[in-house]
């Protein structure tokens, strides 16, 4: 027969071929982590999926039910409840209810509360407080935002928001 993979009633894993993996971890605390620094390499979160090299990457992560992928993705996070994709996402956010999807999105933010779907959406300013409770859907949407609940729509839609503006939609 030609099997390649065999997984028996223990849960043991069998496979037959070439695979490469360096710095996985599989833990029965139903986490998955792979990547240089991933997790911080303290393992106390629980219920996981990290990928990336430097992905959720603080010495302090004890995330529960997160899902971050991508180099340096989350970073700084240290607590749980984010899904944060792709490189750079969310790298200075450290608590938990953030969604950030897309190259850098959410990049400087460090408040709670925002949504952020794009390359560099909702980016932020390093070094600021940035803003909470924001909604950024499309490339460069709110993309130096520091306010307060906002919601933008559209290819750099508010993208020079400052932290003079709350509460505006476009």
Known sequence: TNERVRIDSSGNTNIVGIITAQNFDYRTDDSVILGIGADGGNNAGARNVIIGDGAAGDSSYSGIEDVIIGYNAGSRFTTGGGVIIGKSAGA??????VTYVGTRAGQFQTLSWNTALGGEAM????????????????????????????????????????????????
């Open 123 to 170: 980016q932020g300013v390093s070094g600021s407080s940035n803003g909470s409770h924001n909604t950024a859907l499309g490339v460069w949407t709110l993309r130096r935002n520091q306010s307060q609940e906002n919601t933008a729509v559209g290819s750099r839609s508010m993208k020079a928001l400052t932290s003079s503006s709350d509460q505006n939609t476009g």
């Open 92 to 97: 200075a956010s450290t608590t938990a209810t």
